[in-house]
């Protein structure tokens, strides 16, 4: 009699304590409440409540996704909206969801997965660009170029179609066909001073010097930084276009804040050796030699900067010493070349 009394006693407790508890209906209708008041933490974690005791119920997978989202945690975000299309439960708006969050997180594939179901689901979607973006950055450049068409079609006000269709022709190295498209981008976005400045850069790689210049000013015109890379690519345009002072200028002030910057004193040096101001070649080249008494180079181009002035036995005795340093400079001592054609 006593054990069916504690029996009895056992089931009472247990009843009491499972009513207590919550359903996962009931914590997703909480989560609904605070969703609604705009309390996102408190909804989520109401929501996450209902996910533990029923994970495979579409309505609570689905808001668990999306509060995770408007939480800005998108990793937990695309991982619940997959599981949600596994149970059935994607929509147009989900395959959205997971191709946007997916390609933000540099996961092309699935990017590309995503974008094709979006579309299959709702074909008024704009989906291309992602498609032809994805691929580029995968280097497949064929597939890049067919889809980015295809873009430009769907949102022709994009400047960024054109842009991409621009880079992929200029990393396969056909600068020609890149150039209208960085043109037509920069039309459509006539104060990017990014675009303007990788114009230059373009041009610069075409060998159309005037070009490079104007874009490059025009970048900073509206803004672009002036850093260490950007004057020295403005001054050899300079040089390039035998704007030698001020070209000189440029690497002259870049010098005084990097005075021990080996590269700007020997391009000082080869501008002036260019220029014809042979002193001042040697004062650069002395200059580097004291700081790297092993450059060889140096020594030679001190050696034809003399020759150069008309003092050929102190040039010639200069460069033979170089030549002792360096036995492959000996190529370079008839001709009076500056080595690798500097």
């Known amino acids: 009699m006593r054990t069916i009394i504690l029996t009895m006693a056992t089931v009472c407790i247990c009843a009491v304590a499972s009513a207590q508890v919550p359903d996962a209906a009931m914590y997703l209708q909480r989560g609904l409440q605070e969703k609604s008041k705009g309390r996102l933490m408190v909804a989520y974690k109401q929501f996450d409540s209902a996910y533990m005791q029923s994970k495979t119920d579409k309505a609570i997978v689905a808001e668990l996704a999306n509060s995770l989202f408007e939480l800005r945690r998108y990793g937990p975000a695309r991982e619940k909206y997959m599981e949600l299309e596994k149970l059935g439960g994607a929509d147009a708006a989900v395959y959205n969801q997971l191709m946007t969050l997916s390609f933000n997180m540099r996961q092309f594939p699935d990017a590309i997965k995503y974008a094709e179901l979006y579309k299959k689901a709702d074909p008024s979607a704009k989906t291309a660009y992602y498609i032809g973006k994805a691929h580029y950055d995968q280097e497949n450049y064929g597939d890049a170029l067919k889809y980015l068409d295809a873009a430009s079609k769907e949102d022709p006000a994009n400047a960024e179609i054109p842009y991409m269709v621009a ?50 000013e025009m970048a900073a015109e509206n803004g672009y930084k002036k850093d260490n890379e950007y004057l020295e690519n403005l001054a050899i345009g300079y040089l390039n276009t035998k704007q030698t002072d001020k070209g000189l200028d440029i690497l002259l002030e870049a010098l005084k804040r990097r005075p021990a910057d080996m590269n700007l004193l020997n391009m000082i040096a080869e501008a002036n050796y260019d220029a014809k101001r042979y002193d001042k070649a040697i004062e650069y080249w002395d200059q580097v030699l004291a700081m790297d008494k092993t450059s060889a180079v140096s020594l030679f181009m001190i050696g034809l900067s003399y020759q150069k002035k008309g003092e050929k036995a102190k040039g010639q005795d200069l460069c033979d010493k170089a030549i002792q340093m360096d036995p492959s400079l000996a190529k370079n001592r008839q001709k009076m070349e500056m080595p690798g054609g500097l």
């Open 167 to 216: 880079r992929a022709y200029s990393d396969m190295n056909n600068h020609k066909m890149a150039m209208p498209y960085f043109h037509k981008a920069l039309e459509l976005q006539p104060k990017n001073s990014r675009w303007m400045y990788e114009i230059g850069l373009i041009y610069y790689a075409m060998n159309d010097d005037a070009n490079s210049i104007k874009y490059m």
